[in-house]
């Protein structure tokens, strides 16, 4: 059964930090991209950073580059997203997502998502 569980999302002041968590199970966590996503109430869920499963290359939102980390660890079956110097703006659900094409058939699996909050 697969499996993707989110965790370390809360409340913060603007300026603080989070660091979130994505524990995967049931597939070969190693052969997929990573991503997280985002959507706050009344828009559209957006891509914030990825990480590929072979050369590790990464890929940020311009809102975010400079700012969040994304980063994986295959011996652990995780992914993780470093935010610093949040904002306000960034209040949203944070969604963990795998992907990978194999054969012409894409394969992608979510978690339920974590609710960040940047407010004082």
Same mark, same amino acid.
């Given at each position: 059964?697969?499996? @993707?569980?989110?965790?370390?999302?809360?409340?913060?002041?603007?300026?603080?930090?989070?660091? @979130?968590?994505?524990?995967?199970?049931?597939?070969? #966590?190693?052969? *997929?991209?990573?991503?997280? *996503?985002?959507?706050?109430?009344? +828009?559209?869920?957006?891509?914030?950073?990825?990480?590929?499963?072979? !050369?590790? =290359?990464?890929? *940020?939102?311009?809102?975010? +580059?400079?700012? #969040?980390?994304? =980063?994986? !660890? /295959?011996? +652990? /079956?995780?992914? *993780? @997203?470093?935010? /610093?110097? @949040? +904002?306000?703006? !960034?209040?949203?659900? %944070? %969604?963990? /997502?795998?992907?990978?094409?194999?054969?012409?058939?894409?394969?992608?699996?979510?978690?339920?998502?974590?609710?960040?909050?940047?407010?004082?």
């Amino acid at each position: 059964q697969v499996q @993707l569980v989110e965790s370390g999302g809360g409340l913060v002041q603007p300026g603080g930090s989070l660091r @979130l968590s994505c524990a995967a199970s049931g597939f070969t #966590f190693s052969s *997929y991209a990573m991503r997280w *996503y985002r959507q706050a109430p009344g +828009k559209e869920r957006e891509l914030v950073a990825e990480i590929t499963s072979g !050369d590790y =290359s990464t890929n *940020y939102a311009v809102s975010v +580059k400079g700012r #969040f980390t994304i =980063s994986r !660890d /295959n011996a +652990k /079956n995780t992914v *993780y @997203l470093q935010m /610093n110097s @949040l +904002k306000p703006e !960034d209040t949203a659900v %944070y %969604y963990c /997502n795998a992907g990978r094409l194999r054969s012409g058939i894409a394969f992608t699996y979510w978690g339920q998502g974590t609710q960040v909050t940047v407010s004082s």
